[in-house]
């Protein structure tokens, strides 16, 4: 069974069909968090290390999907931002991120643009929430361009040097790599817990009220 998977593992990573199938799969990724194209650059990656593809060819075809899907969703927000909203349960992560999103862009810019992409379903709500507030559309395509460039790059190094390090055998390459993948993403998701948590906790301590001499 397991040298089944790696042959059919083989063919994948060499299908002339595999770019256009990650441009694809990134564009409703980005659309649909729940469609994750990660595992899918990352297998690409692995398949770049053994000369199946081309990592700069993976790159840009994971990226170009990326900005697609991404400035599609902000369209969308732009469009539809109260509808978005009111689709978001009250009290949930996502509607969480929704609001702190658009007061981050009124404060920070684009950075939030450039860090909500590396936490789980961040880059969509982002998107949306620019989409929503407003965010001048001529600054969104250039943190889009620059933030999908970089998390595309991010996602198929890791399948390359996976792939470079255990050469021998693509299965384990690919394996390792979505775990050092999903261990970073659960990192980067409790720090962001952990830090609106504490956001949270500081906004509810009452300050203190001036005493008249």
Wanted: hydrophobic share 55%; aromatic share 6%.
């Amino acid at each position: 069974m397991i040298d089944g998977l790696r042959l059919l593992l083989d063919g994948a990573l060499a299908s002339q069909w595999l770019l256009l199938v990650i441009v694809g799969l990134a564009v409703v990724d980005a659309l649909l968090p729940m469609v994750p194209s990660e595992a899918l650059i990352i297998a690409a990656g692995v398949g770049a290390a053994a000369g199946d593809q081309s990592l700069i060819a993976v790159i840009a075809a994971a990226s170009t999907g990326s900005f697609i899907g991404e400035c599609t969703a902000f369209l969308v927000g732009r469009g539809f931002g109260a509808a978005v909203r009111g689709r978001l349960a009250p009290g949930s992560s996502r509607a969480e991120l929704f609001a702190r999103s658009e007061r981050a862009l009124t404060t920070r810019g684009g950075l939030i643009l450039l860090t909500a992409r590396y936490i789980p379903a961040g880059r969509t709500v982002a998107a949306l929430a620019a989409g929503a507030s407003r965010f001048p559309v001529r600054r969104y395509v250039g943190y889009s361009a620059l933030g999908a460039t970089m998390s595309a790059a991010y996602v198929a190094m890791l399948g390359f040097l996976g792939g470079a390090a255990f050469a021998s055998d693509p299965l384990v390459a690919l394996a390792v790599s979505l775990g050092i993948g999903t261990a970073i993403g659960s990192v980067a998701g409790l720090v962001r817990r952990l830090r609106s948590g504490t956001a949270a906790v500081v906004e509810r301590v009452p300050m203190p009220t001036p005493v008249a001499a």
